[in-house]
């Protein structure tokens, strides 16, 4: 088996959180990972959201997002204390629905 190079490289941006994305190139197809710590902050994390529709609307190519959001879908998600706050909810949900992400299943501990 060949192996073919990969042409990576890695930015950093600072959409009030902290996030790092790489650019994979390979056989001429473009993609791009970005890690993300999102702020405890409602109106910092939706910057954040913003941020990013920002930037998917200038860079071409797929995504794949992962790290620690710090926001959940839903009440769902939650276990015990007070039930989330409706628009941080919306807002994260709505970010993932207008960008056609998918959100995987997970297969372990609920909470954590």
Known sequence: ???KPLDFKSYYHFYFGSTVFFKVCLDNKTA??????????CIK???LWQ???????NVGGS????GYFNAILGPHEK???LLPLKDSC???LNWTY???LTHIVNRGENFT
């Open 1 to 3: 088996m060949v192996s």
């Open 51 to 57: 941020g990013f529709v920002d930037l998917q609307a």
């Open 90 to 92: 919306d807002d994260f």
């Open 79 to 81: 276990k015990g204390g």
């Open 98 to 100: 207008s960008n056609d």
């Open 32 to 41: 791009y990972i970005a890690t993300i710590y999102g702020s405890m902050i």
């Open 45 to 47: 994390r939706r910057n």
């Open 63 to 66: 995504w794949l997002f992962i």
